[in-house]
């Protein structure tokens, strides 16, 4: 909210803090939907390479997965039918 000061001389907007913990938030902020931004027009811009990309961390991370299942369970029993 504008303080009293600054409503006496007209001004009547909010004034931008130049430093502080709201200050590096808003900065933070600007700076990740700058990047967001980026990349999505990268990936605009080369569809091909993105679904290869999209395709190649979900096969990875279905093996990781895989390996961790699999590490999980334990080894089968053999049972001797003679």
């Given at each position: 909210?504008?303080?009293?000061?600054?409503?006496?001389?007209?001004f009547?907007?909010?004034?931008?803090?130049?430093?502080?913990?709201?200050?590096?938030?808003?900065?933070?902020?600007?700076?990740?939907?700058?990047?967001?931004?980026?990349?999505?027009?990268?990936a605009?811009?080369?569809?091909s390479?993105t679904?290869?990309?999209?395709?190649?961390?979900?096969?990875?991370a279905?093996?990781?997965?895989?390996?961790?299942?699999?590490?999980?369970?334990?080894?089968?029993?053999?049972?001797?039918?003679?």
């Amino acid at each position: 909210m504008a303080n009293i000061k600054n409503l006496r001389t007209g001004f009547t907007g909010e004034l931008d803090e130049a430093s502080g913990v709201a200050a590096k938030a808003k900065q933070a902020a600007s700076y990740v939907k700058d990047e967001a931004t980026a990349v999505a027009m990268t990936a605009h811009d080369h569809p091909s390479a993105t679904s290869t990309a999209f395709l190649m961390v979900g096969a990875a991370a279905f093996l990781a997965g895989y390996l961790l299942g699999s590490a999980g369970s334990p080894p089968p029993q053999r049972s001797r039918y003679w």
